[in-house]
Structure formats: C-alpha cells, structure tokens
C-alpha cells in the first residue's frame, strides 16, 4: 500500500537518503609566489519552519527541536564568555527579573503621572470654578448697579416729564413710535400733564436698555470655546480660556504695581559718611536684593554688608527716587551743651581760682592756710603731684573754688587745664627764690587762657625774702603790678604767720566782682573734668568742676570717651552730696571708665544719647591713634634706614607703668619722652591708673620690663606673679626718683665713648719668618713707646694698609709688656702676615669712657 502510494502521492513525504557532503579544493596565493590548495567542504542545511516542521508541515526525526537548539546556544555563549551553563542561565534570570522590575517601576511611574494629572485638573477645575463663581457675582453686582441706575432714571423722567431725553446720561433710551410721540406731544401740547402709562413705558424701555448686556459682555460670560462654536458665526465666537487667565495676570499686575507705586513714595534717606547696603535699603523702604542688584548692573559686586561711602549711596538713592539729606558722623554731638542760657535765669556763682608757681614756692601751704587745714603734710616729698580741687568759705559767707596744680616741670599738661578751666590765676612766687622757669610757664599758660592774674609774694617771713625783686623780674614778662604803674594786684603773704591772706581774699573777691561771674543753676549740668583715677573698692572715680546747671544723682554723665549712670557725689572732705551747684568740684562715681583729664563733661537725656556718643568718641581715637601709628611706622622706617647706613643704634628700655590718678600717668610719659634720645628712650608699653595686677605682671613678662608703681601697690596675687617670673617691681612716691632711676637705667644703656691715646711708632729693619709662629718684625722704636696687646697700623708709604691688634711684644727670646723709644724689639700681628721691610708700625691705645644722658 505504501509503496504505490507513496510513490504515486506526489505530496507526500521524501524518502529519506543520506545527504553527501560536496567538497572542492581552493587554491590560495600569498606573496613571494606562494600558493596553497585548501579542500573546502559544504554542508546543506534545512530550514525549519516556526512550527518545527519543514515544508511539507511533517516533522523530520533527524531534525533537533526548539529546546535543543537553545540549548546548544547556550553552550555556545556560555563557552564563548568562559562561564558554565547554570552561570549564564542565573544571569539570564536576574537579566529577566531586573527588565520586570522595571517595567513594573514604570508601570508605578505612569500610575503615580496620572494620579498627579487628575489631581491637577481636578485642582484646576475647582480654580475655574471658583473664578467662574467670582465672575458671576461681578455679573450680578453689574446688573444690580445698572438696574438700580435705570430706576434712578425712570424716576427722574417720571419727576420731570419736559426733561425726559436728558434725564439718563449714562443711559441713552431708544426712540418711541411716531403714534406714541404724536400722543405724547398732543397731551403735552393740551396742557395736561404726561399719563402715567406713558412714563411706565419709557421707564420699561430705558431698563430694558440698562439690563441689556452689551456683546462684548456677552462673549465674555459665553464660557469655554468648542467647536461648535468656533465653527459658528464669528460674531458668537468667545474669548478663549488663556485668553481670560492672561486679562486677569495683567489685571493683577495692574493692581500690584499701582499699590507698590502708591507703598514706594518718594522719602527723605539720611545719609551719614559711610553706610552698609543693608541699612541703605532700609532707609530707602526698598529690599535689599533690589539694591544689590542694581550695583550688580553698575558694575560692583558688593554685597548687603559692604559700606558705601555717602556719594555712592546719594546715586543709588536717586536711582530708586529718594531724596537724600546728607549728615555727618560728628552730628551726634550737636546740641550737646544745650541752648545759651537766658540772662535772666543767671544767678552770682563762685570764682574759680588756680594756683599756679614754680616747684616748692609754697602754692599749697598758701592753700593750707586759706582753708585751715594741713594737705602738705600728707603729701610725698611735700610737692603737690596731682590737681587738688577745694572749696573755700569766707568769713563773710562767700566761697571761692581754689584748684591747686603741680610746679614741677613733668606736669605742663596739668597746669595747662588748670589754667583753662579758671576765672582768676594766682602766681605765686617765693621772694626768696624770685622768677623760674615754671613761674614763665605759669605766665604763658594763664595768659593763653586770657584769665586775669594775681601776684602772691610768698615766704616773706625769711630772712633772705626780697619781695621787690621779685616785682622787678616780672617786668621782664608783662607783668606790671600796681605800685608800678600796671593794673596786676600784687600780695604779699606768708602762709606761716598768716600775713596778707585778707588781703589776697579781698583781692580775688575784688576781681571776680570785676568778672560778674554768673551761672544757670536751672538746667542740665556741664563741666570739665579735673582728675581721674581708678580706685579699689569705687571703681572710677572722677574729679569734675561744674560750670554750669546742677548735677544731681541718677543723672546720666558722658566724660570725653566713658559715661554712666551717677552713683554718687563726693565733696573733698569726703560728704556724700544729693547734688552738686555750678563752682563745685566733686568727685563721680559710676563712670565705666577713668576719663582723660581736660576732658568736658555733660548731662545727656538718655543712655541711647550716651552710648552713640561714646562710640563716636571712641572711633574717633581709633582713628587718631591709627594715624599716629601710620606716622610713627613711617619714621621707624627712616629709623631702620639710618640704623642699615650705621648712623645709629637705638636700645628700648620698656616699662610698665601704673600710678594713682591719669594725670600722673600723663606727665610721667611725657617725662620719658623728653629725657629720650635717638640712642636709647623709654618706652612705655602700657600706662593705666589703678593697682598692679596678674595681667600687668604677665605684660611686663612677656614684654621683658620692670614695673613702676607711682602711689599705687600690687595685690598679694601679683606680688608672689611677681616673685615667681622674675618681674621686677618699683615703688615711687615722688616723681623725681622715678625719673632719676630712669635716666640713670638709659644712661647705663649708652654706648661708651671711645677716645683713642698715640703711644709711638716703630720702625721695621728685618722680617723673620718662624715656624709655628709666622713672619715677626724686627723693629726699633723711633717715638714713644709700645704696650703689649695695643692697637697697631701698618703704614706703607704713608698709606694704612691694615689695622689691628699687637700679638707678639718680644725683646730677644723674653716676652716683655712694654718696650721704650730707640729699644729693638721683634713684633708680630694677629692673624696678619704681610709685613715687608721698611713698614712703619704706629701703637695706640683705645679708652672707653662711660657716658651719661644731660
């Protein structure tokens, strides 16, 4: 059956028969004539169809399947990457799991996309909403405006009938009917009045007309655009939705920027010398950024806390339009001192006298006597060394301020203020010592000032006193007395016996009714200040004068560069006062400082008032010592150029310095200043008022400097500082000693004086060249004589062609310390050997003498 069959089917299936492989040769040729015959073989491969059949749809038991073929692919990869088949299938399954996981992370993704989506449109549906609902109610409130105008209207037509066409101007009614209009002019024209159904008519109309939305309302309110719509009649076409959202942007826009035209007026910016950004823009109302941004654009990267000087910032506030007042930092102190005081609120006050002389003519006894009391007694060396403030009651009532200064030449400064902060100037001068140079300055100081002065002829109980001399010497300064003709008041007084201290009183009592001295006790005290100090236990203490007002307790004081709250008032014989009147020295307590004296003091209102003033004053002295120290870095240049050329060599004794009140402190420095020289000078590294502490041991440790106490001691913590670094500390009680020991420590620092002595010349006959010694001259002493170790000079033809010192003095085999003229005698120079015959050799001798400051 088959064979018939199979044969005569000619659809079905192949017989199957062994497939021969063909083969060939192929002839390869390669270079230098080469060749090769290669047999290649070629295989037949069936197709296999998606089903694994082939064409004629049977399946073909030689054929492998679908899973083999993998499989054999699979060995194959793995082979080529060097991996086994389990390695390659667990990478292909991780491969699988990783394209999963991300096909489900972007499923997620899309998922979490359209939830956002629906949430936005949701969100901007409830917007459009809102807006729609918005514009509804702005609909209504329109049409309830222009009904209410219609009736408004109406009503006018119905009150006046003849004025009817004129009643509405915002409302224009259409024309009536010609039967309507014929009508109205025959009942008009009849003289009866106008029908009441012909006012309800024209009234109907003209609300009608109100009512009535225009076309453009009309689009606007139409909603959405769809196609029908937009395939319409272009004359019911409406705004579209952006176009609606960007009306209402510029709508908004609108809105803000007229209210930041109406918030950005124009505004007065003061402007003080220099100024940050930050604070710029404040003043102007502006934003910062804003400001940046505009400097930016000019060019300046400059940010919020960068200072501008006042011209910068007057541009930037005229960019922004503001006007600019321009003030300066020192504007903080106008009106300081208060307005002048009316004359009729003046009142008589006491004078205020200075006593001013020469060192030890007897200014203080004078003040002993008038006040009864015994202040040189306590005082160091019996020479006043710091102002005393005092205040004196005569017998006949009246008081007299008396400021007692320092005769002694460091303390220029003090009598300076003194002389300035006085009415009336008593010169005194002892009549056994007449004019001296401090009596000059007295005179100089007192006539700086322009205060009237006072003669006192003192110690004229001594046996020695000539009182006319005195009188005499003082022609020579434009002083004139009055028994010679002048107008100065001349007394004579001894402090001992009391002779003459009635007549001074009468005379200063005299002379201040000349002055008319006056003052406002009324008002808001002013003064200078005379002394300060900084005590244990009180803190700072200053010594003020007031000049004018009352200074009471509470009240807030600034003092040059400090202020504070008054804590206490204190008169010099120690009284705690509830307030002090104009004349008055007291001592104040509360300062958070020790202010200089000289400095003016004044009541402010306030502790805001106080502090900007004492920034200012503070920068101020910042500035002014910054300058200095510009200036003294230039001339410590010219210095260290001199020092380089050889011309001098400065030694710096450094000091610490501490004494009891600031004006001992002040004349002290200005003493070493003076007793310096381009040599050697005192330095004082740190000079303050107060005891010795920790920190100022440390100082002078660091610093390498004793410690000068001046009436002041250090604490037992400081004393054993002290004692364990090494730090020497010395106690004065008189300026004279400190200054002596100085002197004397610089004197000790000065490079000796070297004065060089001729001895003789020798003259060299034979040079000897020996061993272990070098070349020795034979010579003969032609003048003087010659030391051993001296100084020599090798002269050849006159010339110096070296210089230096004598090795070798011997006189035969005998090494002898002196060798006279016309002896022989064999020399040798250290480290020098060129020595010829016929030299000349001239011996000195170099002396140093030790030298001391003037």
């Known amino acids: 059956m088959s064979d018939t069959n199979d044969q005569g089917n000619s659809g079905g299936r192949k017989p199957l028969t062994v497939v021969r492989k063909t083969s060939g040769t192929v002839k390869q040729s390669f270079s230098h004539g080469r060749s090769k015959q290669v047999v290649v073989e070629t295989k037949k491969r069936r197709p296999v169809s998606a089903g694994g059949q082939g064409g004629s749809g049977d399946s073909d038991p030689s054929t492998p399947s679908a899973s083999d073929v993998m499989e054999a692919k699979l060995v194959a990869l793995a082979a080529k990457l060097g991996i086994t088949v389990a390695e390659l299938k667990a990478r292909q399954k991780v491969l699988e799991q990783r394209k999963a996981e991300e096909a489900s992370r972007a499923k997620d993704t899309e998922a979490e996309r359209a939830a956002q989506d629906r949430l936005r449109t949701e969100q901007e549906r409830k917007q459009q909403e809102a807006r ?41 009614a259409p024309p009536a009917d010609d039967a309507d209009a014929e009508a109205g002019r025959n009942k008009r024209s009849s003289g009866g009045g106008a029908s009441k159904p012909a006012r309800d008519d024209r009234a109907d109309r003209a609300r009608e007309v109100a009512t009535k939305p225009s076309r453009g309302d009309a689009e606007r309110r139409r909603g959405k655009l769809t196609i029908a719509s937009a ?4 004359a019911d076409r409406q705004r579209s939705l952006a176009s609606v959202r960007r009306a209402r942007e510029r709508e908004r826009e609108r809105r803000v920027g007229g209210a930041d035209q109406r918030d950005k007026a124009s505004i007065e910016v003061t402007l003080p010398e220099t100024i940050s950004l930050q604070d710029l823009a404040q003043r102007m109302n502006e934003r910062v950024a804003d400001v940046v941004k505009f400097m930016f654009k000019q060019g300046e990267m400059l940010r919020g806390n960068d200072i501008v000087d006042a011209d910068m910032a007057e541009l930037i506030a005229g960019e922004f339009g503001h006007s600019v007042k321009r003030v300066s930092e020192a504007d903080v102190e106008i009106g300081l001192e208060g307005a002048d005081d009316r004359v009729e609120d003046l009142k008589p006050r006491a004078p205020i006298v200075t006593i001013m002389g020469h060192v030890d003519h007897g200014k203080t006894s004078l003040l002993d006597a008038l006040r ?8 160091a060396g019996g020479i006043t060394q710091h102002i005393g403030a005092y205040q004196v009651q005569l017998k006949s009532g009246e008081r007299i301020t008396f400021l007692d200064t320092p005769g002694h030449a460091a303390f220029t400064a003090m009598r300076a203020r ?3 902060a006085t009415d009336i100037a008593i010169l005194v001068v002892a009549s056994n010592d007449s004019v001296m140079p401090q009596t000059i300055e007295s005179i100089n100081h007192a006539k700086a000032a322009g205060v009237p002065i006072i003669v006192a002829v003192t110690k004229t109980d001594l046996y020695d006193a000539n009182p006319d001399k005195v009188l005499t010497d003082l022609l020579q300064h434009d002083i004139q007395v009055e028994s010679m003709g002048g107008v100065t008041m001349a007394i004579k007084v001894s402090a001992k016996t009391g ?24 008002r808001e005290a002013d003064g200078v200040v005379i002394e300060s100090k900084l005590d244990k236990g009180r803190g700072p203490v200053a010594t003020v004068l007031i000049k004018r007002g009352t200074l009471k307790r509470g009240d807030i004081v600034v003092a040059g560069a400090q202020w504070g709250k008054v804590r206490a008032l204190v008169d010099e014989r120690g009284q705690q006062l509830a307030e002090a009147g104009p004349s008055l020295p007291v001592e104040v307590l509360g300062l958070d400082g020790a202010p200089d004296p000289g400095d003016a003091f004044v009541v402010v209102d306030s502790e805001a008032r106080a502090r900007e003033i004492t920034e200012y004053r503070v920068r101020t002295k910042r ?38 009140v600031q004006g001992s402190v002040e004349a002290i420095s200005m003493s070493l200043d003076k007793i310096s020289t381009e040599e050697v000078r005192a330095k004082v590294i740190h000079g303050a008022v107060g005891g010795i502490s920790e920190s100022d041991v440390l100082l002078a440790r660091s610093s390498n400097a004793p410690i000068f106490a001046f009436n002041v001691r250090a604490n037992k913590q400081a004393r054993e500082l002290a004692e364990r670094e090494g730090v020497e500390i010395r106690y004065y009680s008189i300026i004279y000693d400190l200054l002596d020991d100085v002197k004397s420590t610089l004197s000790g620092m000065l490079a000796p004086e070297k004065r060089e002595t001729f001895l003789g010349y020798a003259d060299i006959l034979e040079v000897f060249n020996i061993t272990k010694v070098g070349k020795v001259a034979g010579c003969r002493i032609s003048e003087g004589k010659v030391l051993r170790g001296c100084g020599v000079r090798l002269l050849r033809d006159n010339i110096v062609i070296h210089e230096g010192k004598l090795k070798t003095l011997k006189r035969f085999k005998d090494e002898v310390s002196e060798v006279n003229a016309g002896m022989e005698c064999g020399m040798a120079f250290e480290r020098y050997d060129d020595i010829r015959v016929g030299d000349k050799i001239e011996c000195f001798q170099v002396e140093e003498i030790a030298r001391t400051l003037a």
């Not at 405006?145 to 224009?172: I, N, W, Y």
């Not at 120290?629 to 004794?653: H, Y």
């Open 418 to 420: 003194g002389a300035n």
């Open 499 to 522: 002779e003459g201290l009635d007549e001074l009183t009468d005379a200063i009592s005299l002379q201040a009714e000349v002055l008319e001295l006056k003052a406002n006790p009324n």
């Open 231 to 234: 395939l319409g009649d272009d």
């Open 372 to 379: 009864k009391t015994d202040v040189v007694s306590g005082e």
């Open 623 to 660: 500035q002014v010592a910054g300058n200095a120290s510009v200036a003294a870095r230039a001339s410590l240049d010219q210095l260290m150029n001199r020092l380089k050329d050889g011309a001098i060599v400065t030694s710096e004794l450094p000091i610490v310095l501490k004494g009891d």
């Open 132 to 172: 729609e609902r918005e514009e509804a109610e702005v609909r209504r409130r329109a049409e309830e405006e222009a009904a209410k105008l219609a009736e408004a209207s109406a009503r006018e037509l119905v009150d006046r009938p003849s004025k009817a066409p004129r009643a509405a101007p915002a409302v224009q």
